[in-house]
């Protein structure tokens, strides 16, 4: 009796574990092809290095809707890719604040470890080292001296001057831990931003995870049922096999063709997962002999998804979907007894 209940736990954790996957699949691809990750980074740079102002809005929006509209859809933050490495002669820094001059300062200083898209910088991530030694390049313009360097971040209005006001003020004129400090300083920013972005990524797997549900019509608790029902299925399959004649017969009852045969290979050929999965919108058949096939179901589709008692089933599946495949391959580990490798 207890393989049963590991059979119906393992059969549903392994349902909603490929659903997961296809869940973080679909957001990945998303954010490869709209360049979110690198559009992210560089509008908090451009708020970080030149500042928020009348003429010049945050490029960081600060609600869900704007960052997963304006940010993928509006004006790219990013500056335009250069295949140049970083110039030997220092650039200058601007006299008054002109919207992106800083960070294109920064930029021309980390652009060896960049390649382009679509004519933009893909840098997703910028190491704190990377960050630290290119600060202190910039203040090379100014012969190294970092109060002067300082001096001239006040003057433009850039919100970097706070931060690597307190940072040298800290290090006591030290040029080492002025330099460890501002890769302190920038880690943290990093995993703030880190954590924010995961914040609205969290709105985009919870839309995601209604369209793979309702795309699917997957109805946990009837896909429960069905796992069930086909083990139970096997058990008299193979109670016949032991138990002579007479059962054989019960067997040829159950089977509308007359003879079991066909009957139990269809059945056993075509398990709970293959089942519910053919009732999504566009399902794959994949016959004994020929080729495989792909066909429309939505009028099936529709009955199921317009039918409120598959509902609670559809929210069974879509609040475990909310878990995340790692939650799910986790506890696939634990049931099945596979060591994770660290």
């Known amino acids: 009796m207890l393989s049963v209940y590991v059979d119906l736990a393992l059969g549903l954790v392994v349902a909603f574990l490929l659903l997961s996957l296809l869940v973080s699949g679909l ?3 998303f954010v490869r092809v709209l360049s979110i990750r690198s559009k992210f980074l560089w509008a908090y740079l451009r708020d970080t290095l030149d500042g928020v102002g009348d ?22 933050p990013r500056p335009a890719h250069s295949d140049r490495p970083a110039p030997a002669k220092l650039g200058e820094m601007p006299e008054t604040r002109t919207g ?7 930029y021309e200083r980390v652009r060896e470890i960049d390649h382009a898209k679509r004519g933009r910088t893909s840098i997703a991530d910028i190491p704190p080292e990377r960050f630290a030694v290119a600060v202190m390049e910039l203040a090379a313009m100014e012969n190294g001296d970092i109060t002067k360097f300082l001096e001239n971040l006040r003057r433009i209005d850039s919100p970097l001057y706070g931060a690597l ?31 924010l972005y995961k914040r609205y990524v969290k709105w985009v797997l919870a839309v995601l995870g209604v369209v793979v549900t309702l795309l699917f019509s997957m109805d946990g608790l ?15 399959v193979a109670a016949v096999a032991e138990a002579g004649p007479d059962a054989y017969n019960e067997l040829k009852a159950q089977c509308t063709g007359g003879d079991p045969v066909p009957c139990v290979t269809e059945v ?3 398990p709970a997962l293959v089942k519910i999965m053919g009732q999504a919108m566009v399902s794959v058949s994949i016959p004994a002999e020929g080729e495989p096939s792909v066909q429309g179901n939505f009028p099936m589709w529709w009955d199921r998804v317009s039918t409120p008692s598959h509902w609670p089933g559809f929210l069974l599946t879509y609040v475990a979907l909310l878990f995340g495949a790692p939650f799910w391959w986790d506890v696939f580990r634990r049931i099945t007894g596979i060591k994770s490798r660290r």
């Open 27 to 29: 957001n990945e691809a």
């Open 55 to 76: 003429k010049s809005p945050s490029w960081l929006p600060a609600s869900v809707r704007g960052v997963l509209l304006a940010l993928p859809f509006g004006r790219d």
């Open 100 to 106: 992106d001059s800083m960070m294109n300062l920064l």
């Open 165 to 195: 006001k307190g940072v040298w003020d800290s290090a006591q004129g030290d040029l080492d831990r002025f330099r460890k400090g501002v890769e302190t300083w920038f880690d943290g920013e990093m995993k703030r931003l880190s954590m």
């Open 222 to 236: 009837e896909y429960a049922k069905t796992l069930l029902r086909d083990n139970a299925y096997r058990a008299s």
């Open 268 to 270: 056993l050929s075509e």
